[in-house]
């Protein structure tokens, strides 16, 4: 839950290859098709969007920090870590941004709003002051609720055995950790200053010990559907894939096997989009052949490339490929080598 | 037929939960309820915003209250859903369209709504409310009417034509600040007769001190003193972030044993909700804030009022301290003032208002696209106020770019002259040598009346020897998740 450290490991993943911005553009969650191909390509998509409020300033002035320290060698925006201790990637074993960051947040103000909800009613005080604003939120734990008129009993007693159950699975420090945050009746949850105080960490040190701890929650949850019924209502049922919503009405069209320039003339985009819109599908949906795209010789001699030269640059990978294969198709099959990882 | 006092209060407790009336609301109340255009002023914290909400629940149509701030609005909005009253509304900027149209289909399900000055200028609104019964249009903080108030929203003035619009529905405009001649400018533009119903502002259960200290070391010093002494729920007031925070720090670090925390606008909007809450169920002692902090938080127990810096007005002071003793106990308004500390208020008055470079650059982008920008570039209240003034311009017979320029640059001038006016009454009252209390009122009523508990440091009080002790019953939490989960949903306490 150091978040300075888990900077560092991300930096060791891309360095020489991207900027430390890139690491920046991979917390925050940007939705360029850039950064999510690199989220696959370095290995990264677990810390995808787990920090979507990070200022960039705040970044910046982390690295600065580490460059002070003698961690790395600040160049421009690139860099050289200097001493590679090896970093464990344990501790953030249980973080999974890739799949949860569209709803891990949706989640836990439900969470935090059912669970004050619930309180109040066991308390009999049923008037109180939302502790989330959201009102899509609000609407969605009234439809929950309602679920259950007239057994508000039920709803308590399910509700407390199903987070003591939760609680149970984590570890003593975490299920403490989470639980502080929680309102109830007349008692209103620490904020995330407050736990910084209280524990001594910095603040960005708890919101990724917390998103650890969402994210193990979730992972809990969704597991085991069937012992955390009330629970899992919380947790949205997604079929669609984690692409962005451009992204996701290019690949519509692809199924409807609409060649590119087809694409650019009903959507009115550049090429350059659309390719990048496939790139983001050939990323994230794993059942999508690229092969329209690029011949099976194109693939193994890009792939030849990029394993001799051992590099990510698609700059050096162009100028080593002998048939004018284009930057897309490098793109493409790169996001090959992903499944090798 | 109208109801008897006895009748609206037992509406007043099945609504509200309080018993009886507190001073004004029941007259106003009367007023409105017989359709009589009121024009009304109430002490800050002393329920006005109960003055049209029980009307609007006992009438048949619709109440709809203009209010400035978006914040204001649905803070109010949620005090009341709290309450159980789910058929109320805001209808601001920061909806989405979906969100706007799903209130706007549905309008006359609603009984209080609330709207921006800005929103009632639009016709798809207008037509809406065209087609419902509006039984009361209220105008609320009704001093944002008027150029020499210390908020002028020039969209209020526009307020007369919707009001037209709609089929003259009475009207109530209340203030809590409005001295006589804004009180003139309201009835002006409202353009209607009214029945005032003036109640003296001055808070009589509040003790007035002000604490002159040299320099910034010391007024730290004095504000230790003053937490020290005096173990009551505490509001400390500042116009920095930075300062707030770093204060906020100070006395925690000071005083281990005190709940403090800081709140302002600059932090997560989860964060802000939760800090709050704390505050109103008692598990913080003292809250360092900016006046980002709750317009409409109304925590009745708070003692202790200090300004560690000093707002840009008499009004917003009046405002801020008043959030003192709502239950009518005994409280305290302290202001630490150190020389120099009126640089930063006239600082944000410049910063309040567009310069002649952003005049200038406003008028000759306004009809391209690069407008887009200047938006971003400066802030909202800026860009409202350059807005504005140009349409008001335009509406004129046609004038060149360079009159406009000289024109709306004389309207900025003019509003800054107006701010600093007010900032100089309020470094006046700072060091005045007499009486703190009759010289605050003084430009709102002829008379004050007698202070219930002391008056002010310059009459009957001395700061210096001052404790407000009261045992304090401290709420621990549970940081053992197994505890808090029993506390929450009461298992185990058979």
């Known amino acids: 839950m150091d978040f300075i450290k888990l900077v560092y490991t991300l930096l060791i993943k891309v360095e020489g290859q991207r900027s430390y911005r890139s690491v920046y553009h991979l917390l925050k969650g940007k939705k360029s098709a850039q950064t999510i191909q690199d989220a696959h390509l370095f290995g990264v998509k677990n810390y995808f969007a787990i920090y979507p409020k990070l200022h ?154 917390y998103k650890q701890t969402l994210h193990k929650m979730i992972h809990l949850i969704k597991d085991s559907n069937q012992t955390f019924s009330l629970l899992a209502l919380l947790i949205p049922v997604t079929s669609e894939f984690n692409l962005t919503s451009s992204a996701r009405k290019t690949y519509n069209y692809l199924q409807k096997n609409y060649s590119i320039n087809q694409i650019m003339a009903v959507r009115n985009l550049k090429i350059s989009t659309i390719e990048d819109h ?61 499944s090798l990882d | 037929m109208m109801k008897t006092k006895e009748e609206l209060e037992i509406d007043l407790y099945k609504y509200f939960g309080y018993k009886s009336f507190r001073e004004g609301q029941y007259e106003i109340i009367q007023s409105v309820m017989n359709d009589k255009h009121t024009l009304a002023t109430l002490p800050t914290g002393s329920g006005k915003s109960i003055c049209y909400q029980l009307p609007a629940l006992l009438s048949e149509g619709i109440t709809v209250v203009v209010s400035p701030l978006i914040s204001l609005m649905v803070d109010q909005v949620k005090l009341l859903k709290a309450n159980g009253l789910k058929q109320v509304t805001a209808l601001n900027s920061l909806m989405n369209p979906q969100q706007k149209k799903s209130v706007l ?93 003036i109640y003296p502002m001055d808070r009589q259960n509040i003790t007035y001190a002000i604490e002159h200290t040299e320099d910034d070391l010391e007024k730290k010093e004095r504000l230790l003193n003053l937490i020290e002494n005096n173990e009551v729920p505490t509001m400390i007031y500042f116009s920095s972030k930075k300062v707030c925070e770093a204060v906020s720090r100070y006395i925690g670090e000071t005083f281990p044993n005190k709940n403090v925390a800081f709140y302002h606008g600059g932090m997560e909007s989860r964060e802000r909700l939760l800090i709050q809450q704390q505050f109103m169920f008692d598990q913080l002692d003292i809250i360092c804030c900016t006046s980002a902090f709750g317009m409409g938080v109304d925590k009745a127990n708070i003692r202790l009022v200090i300004h560690y810096h000093l707002p840009s007005t008499i009004e917003a002071y009046i405002q801020e301290s008043g959030r003192a003793g709502r239950n009518g106990d005994h409280a305290l308004s302290v202001v630490l003032f150190a020389e120099g500390d009126e640089a930063l208020p006239f600082r944000l008055i410049e910063s309040e208002l567009p310069d002649e470079q952003e005049i200038n650059k406003f008028v000759n982008l306004q009809e391209e696209l690069g407008i887009k920008d200047l938006q971003s570039e400066i802030s909202e209240t800026k860009f409202r106020f350059l807005e504005y003034h140009s349409t008001l311009l335009k509406q004129k017979s046609p004038i060149s770019k360079g009159e406009q320029k000289e024109l709306i640059i004389a309207q900025s001038n003019h509003r800054k002259k107006v701010k600093s006016q007010n900032l100089f009454n309020l470094l006046e009252w700072v060091h005045i040598d007499g009486c703190k209390r009759r010289s605050l009122y003084n430009g709102f009523q002829n008379d004050i009346r007698p202070a219930h508990f002391y008056c002010c440091d310059y009459c009957d009080f001395n700061i210096h020897k001052w404790k407000f002790k009261k045992p304090k019953q401290k709420v621990n939490q549970s940081i053992n998740w197994e505890d808090k989960l029993k506390e929450m949903f009461l298992i185990g306490e058979e």
């Open chain 2, 105 to 197: 289909d549905q309008l006359q399900n609603y009984k209080i709504i609330y709207c921006s000055p800005e929103m009632l200028q639009q016709e798809q609104i207008k037509t809406k409310f065209r087609a419902c019964e509006i039984s009361l249009l209220v105008v609320d903080e009704a001093h944002c009417i008027s150029q020499w108030g210390h908020e002028f929203r020039p969209d209020y003035m526009k307020i007369t034509n919707f009001h037209h619009d709609i089929g003259h529905p009475p009207i109530l405009a209340l203030s809590a600040t409005a001295t006589e001649s804004i009180q003139n400018d309201i009835i002006k533009y409202l353009n209607v007769d009214m029945k005032k119903i």
């Open chain 1, 56 to 209: 960039i300033d705040v970044f910046d002035s982390i690295i600065v920090e580490m460059s002070n320290q003698g961690l790395i060698n600040l160049e421009g925006t690139n860099f050289q870590v200097i001493s590679k201790t090896s970093i464990s990637e344990k501790p953030y074993a249980n973080l999974n941004g890739y799949e949860y960051h569209t709803y891990d947040e949706w989640f836990f103000s439900q969470l935090l709003l059912l669970a004050q909800a619930t309180s109040q009613h066991a308390h009999q005080s049923p008037r109180f002051i939302p502790i989330v604003d959201d009102i899509q939120v609000q609407h969605s734990v009234k439809r929950i609720w309602n679920m259950y008129k007239n057994n508000e009993k039920v709803i308590i007693e399910q509700l407390y055995s199903e987070l003591h159950r939760l609680f149970e699975l984590l570890t003593q420090e975490e299920a403490n950790f989470i639980s502080m945050q929680l309102t109830g009746n007349k008692h209103i949850g620490w904020s995330f200053t407050q736990l910084s105080e209280y524990y001594h960490l910095s603040y960005h040190d708890i919101h990724i010990w």
């Open chain 1, 278 to 338: 496939v790139v983001e599908i050939a990323s994230s949906v794993d059942d999508f052949s690229i092969r329209p795209f690029v011949t099976e010789e194109m693939e193994q001699d890009i792939l030849a490339v990029i394993s001799k030269l051992n590099t990510r640059k698609l700059k050096e990978i162009k100028d080593q490929l002998t048939n004018n294969e284009s930057y897309f198709q490098i793109r493409l099959a790169m996001t090959c080598t992903n």
